[in-house]
């Protein structure tokens, strides 16, 4: 009869054996694992590479405004909106249409290529309709008069309105406004554009604080951010979307009433080569609920157009329009 010495030496033994045969079916398979791990790693790499070469031959383009002294440019605005308000079941229905042709003189022109630009309302056109009461219109090229509504609109047209220095990439570093126009919902009066080239595709974004007036006379800042992309370059205009995005967070219907016609949808053409805006459209499509109570509702539906016109610079302008 085997000894106690002897079972527990033959078990120590296979004991042994087991874990040596397990440490190398784990040493196979650990071997065989990072065979695998090397070579996901490897194509990892490769596909890092072939993403920054990509990018190094992708296109990029460099947004810049290019102002002369003398420049003269204009665009015709068109702005059509339709609101509708129901208040203790009482619907209400607001028609406007306005158009204007606005213009830029280009004063001055330093040398780093900010320029200072004087800014105009030419003429206006301009109508509304509220529900069951009469048409109220207004043509600033035949109507010597204008009715109660358009009263200080008519006293902003032929005058400066905005006198602004404006850097290259768009930036406004100074103005004087001895006038206060009406206002279309674009906000700036340019594009403030990223310092550096960007490819097609990129995105940048422009903070805005916009005052929201409460109940009571009180104010609420609100902060939101234009979301501005380069969708595509194409003979030398570059398209680009821009889309307002709110960072405050808001939750009370009587704010989010205020701010329709703040948060903007829209698609802006620019010429690479001349330096200046052709065209711009904007819409707005929003519904607000219980924004004055229980029952209540406004929707806000607009559209606005804003394209390049020609004009008759005080010296040679190599900027064409469409």
């Known amino acids: 009869m085997a000894t106690w010495t002897s079972r527990r030496l033959r078990g120590c033994v296979w004991t042994a054996l087991v874990l040596l045969a397990g440490l190398a079916g784990y040493s196979a398979a650990q071997t065989a694992d990072d065979k695998k791990a090397g070579t996901a790693g490897s194509a990892e790499v490769l596909r890092e590479l072939e993403r920054a070469k990509r990018l190094a031959t992708q296109d990029r383009y460099l947004l810049r405004y290019k102002f ?81 509504e358009y009263m200080a609109v008519a006293e902003t047209v ?28 674009l906000g700036e009066m340019t594009i403030p554009f990223p310092k550096t ?47 307002s995005q709110p960072v405050t967070p808001v939750n009370n219907p009587q704010i989010e009433a205020q701010l329709m ?16 805006l052709l065209s711009r459209q904007v819409d707005w499509d929003d519904t607000v609920v219980e924004f004055a109570g229980p029952a209540s509702m406004i929707k806000y ?7 390049r016109i020609p004009s008759t610079p005080k010296t040679a302008n190599a900027a064409s329009g469409e």
């Not at 570093?173 to 206060?180: E, H």
């Not at 539906?301 to 394209?307: F, I």
Request: hydrophobic share 35%.
């Open 261 to 276: 016609q703040d948060l903007i949808d829209g698609t802006v053409r620019f010429d690479l080569d001349a330096g200046c």
């Open 301 to 307: 539906r607009a559209r606005l157009t804003e394209k």
């Open 68 to 148: 002369r002294k003398g420049d003269v440019l204009k665009w015709k605005v068109v702005h059509l909106a339709t609101t509708e308000t129901t208040i203790q079941e009482k619907p209400e229905t607001s028609k406007t249409r306005s158009v204007a042709i606005r213009r830029w003189e280009v004063l001055d022109v330093d040398e780093d290529g900010n320029a200072t630009i004087e800014v105009t309302v030419e003429e206006v056109e301009m109508w509304q309709h509220i529900s069951d009461r009469a048409e109220v219109s207004y043509n600033s090229r035949t109507d010597k008069t204008a009715p109660p």
């Open 158 to 185: 032929g005058v400066p309105l905005l006198k602004a220095k404006v850097t290259p990439n768009g930036q406004i570093v100074g103005r004087n406004r001895p006038k206060k126009g009406f206002d279309l919902g």
């Open 197 to 243: 080239a960007l490819a097609v595709g990129k995105s940048w974004y422009v903070p805005r604080d916009l005052m929201i007036q409460l109940p009571g006379g009180m104010v609420k800042r609100i902060k939101i951010r234009q979301k501005y992309t380069l969708v595509k370059v194409e003979t030398g205009v570059a398209t680009i979307r821009v889309e």
